[in-house]
């Protein structure tokens, strides 16, 4: 049975960090490519980060800079390192497994506020 289960989320003020994690199992996770997903109040899921099994990255283009997405194969771990938080990093954040079927986690609310 496959699971993704996130954590760290939490509430944080502007310019702040917070670190999620999605412990993975049921399958094998190093020939996956992983994502963070995340959808604010009244938006689209949108795409975060992706990393490949060899650890490859790739970012959208508002948390360039930023966030920092890496893997821990041994452990089946998926991080995202997220620093200098602002009010737009506002959502639910998901982690995804890529392939066929694909997978998301639960999700875990990220809220940036004064």
């Known amino acids: 049975q496959v699971r993704l289960v996130e954590s760290g989320g939490g509430a944080v003020q502007p310019g702040g960090s917070l670190r999620l994690s999605c412990a993975a199992s049921?399958?094998?996770?190093?020939?996956?490519?992983m994502a963070w997903y995340r959808q604010g109040p009244g938006k689209q899921r949108e795409l975060v980060a992706t990393i490949t099994g060899g650890g490859a990255t790739n970012y959208a283009d508002s948390v360039k800079g930023r966030f920092t997405i890496s893997r821990d194969n041994a452990k089946k771990m998926l991080s995202l390192q997220m620093n200098s938080l602002n009010l737009e990093d506002t959502a639910v954040y998901y982690c995804y497994s890529f392939g066929s079927p694909s997978y998301w986690g639960q999700g875990t609310q990220v809220t940036v506020s004064s």
């Open positions: 049921g399958f094998i996770f190093t020939l996956y490519t």
